[in-house]
């Protein structure tokens, strides 16, 4: 098992460029997530999926639009970048959450992304 | 809303010694996990360990232990005996249970570890 994949590792875009990070896995996860970790901080969430067609934002999903066409893939598109955009993005996958079990979320190596 | 707190934004400790890292959570939610990630410096997150918020009871796994006390809101993350190895950057994080939380985790900060040969 690969686990959950991102490409590309490293991106350097110009303000109002466009791009998508590639994320996907191979454990048949239901859940999918997007975080951004910013310098010095901890991760937050942009944008999350519960299945294949269903998605729904986080706490900082502006600038961003994801889709989930399958179960395995979990693109995430930034339109128009901005130099707020310079992060690190972590992709992240989990199976459903099952009461009382919380289950851990594995994250993919991200996605270092600057915007100039 | 769910928030966690890392106080502690750096330590710095030579081998051997012992260090806590503190954690302090909020929630509405009565049901709710706790987790730690490890971020060593290639950047990958790992998971350490998982708390539901029924379970009280510490854990310890070799080095590590980890002290969770409901009526502090408290989980705390202890390495005994440190080791260069362990430097790296440490987050709790929190999952509530409801219906609609689908897993997602709030961050902590982060705390950085240093350990000095």
């Known amino acids: 098992n690969a686990g959950v994949t991102q490409t590309p590792k490293f991106r350097i875009l110009k303000i109002g460029q466009s791009m998508t990070l590639q994320c996907a896995q191979d454990?048949?996860?239901?859940?999918m997530y997007w975080y951004r970790q910013d310098p010095g901080m901890g991760l937050k969430l942009i944008y999350y999926?519960?299945?294949?067609?269903?998605?729904d934002k986080g706490e900082v999903p502006n600038g961003y639009n994801v889709s989930r066409s399958t179960t395995e893939d979990f693109p995430l598109r930034l339109e128009l970048a901005a130099p707020s955009q310079t992060s690190v993005y972590f992709c992240a996958s989990s199976y459903s959450i099952s009461a009382p079990l919380g289950n851990e979320q594995f994250f993919g190596p991200g996605t270092r992304l600057t915007v100039l | 809303a769910q928030k966690v707190t890392q106080a502690q934004t750096e330590i710095s400790v030579v081998e051997k010694e012992d260090v806590t890292l503190d954690c302090v959570y909020e929630t509405r939610d009565t049901t709710y996990y706790l987790f730690w990630y490890k971020q060593p410096p290639s950047g990958e997150l790992v998971f350490l360990i998982r708390r539901n918020s029924f379970d009280e009871q510490n854990e310890i796994s070799g080095r590590y232990s980890w002290n969770f006390q409901k009526s502090t809101s408290s989980f705390n993350f202890t390495i005994t005996a440190s080791q260069v190895v362990d430097s790296a950057v440490y987050f709790c994080a929190l999952s509530e249970a409801g219906g609609t939380s689908y897993g997602k985790l709030t961050f902590g900060q982060g705390t950085i570890l240093t350990v000095h040969p």
């Open positions: 454990m048949n996860h239901n859940y």
């Open positions: 999926s519960v299945g294949a067609g269903i998605t």
